[in-house]
């Protein structure tokens, strides 16, 4: 029905970016909540940001001032800015996205595949 699809991952050094990007595709009707999560090796699975449809923001505190999310509602599309990053942003990226599915017509909330982010020297 619908697919989220990550990139922009990889391999960056302590205090570089990295933007990551996130495209919901299919039986969309009208894309609301669309956000961020990640998942080190041995932790539970955190909310890193999210974004309403109209553009209301919210980060967890260990990142804030350093990532930006925005969307493009045009495209379905949500964007992660990771700034000054840390060896402990290392983890394993998720897009979640509340979608109003057109086939069906009822909202469901659906994830990306998840896509890697490793800050090392």
């Known amino acids: 029905q619908v697919q989220l699809v990550e990139s922009g991952g990889g391999l960056v050094q302590p205090g570089g970016s990295l933007r990551l990007s996130c495209a919901a595709s299919g039986s969309i009707l009208k894309a609301y909540g669309m956000g961020w999560y990640r998942q080190a090796p041995g932790k539970q699975r955190e909310l890193v940001a999210d974004i309403t449809s109209g553009g209301s923001t919210n980060y967890a505190a260990s990142v804030t001032g350093r990532f930006t999310i925005s969307r493009d509602n045009a495209k379905n599309t949500v964007y992660l800015q990771m700034n000054s990053l840390k060896p402990e942003d290392t983890a394993v990226y998720y897009c979640?996205?509340?979608?109003?599915?057109?086939?069906?017509?009822?909202?469901?909330?659906?994830w990306g595949q998840g896509t890697q982010v490793t800050v090392s020297s």
């Open positions: 979640n996205a509340d979608i109003w599915v057109l086939s069906t017509l009822r909202r469901g909330n659906y």
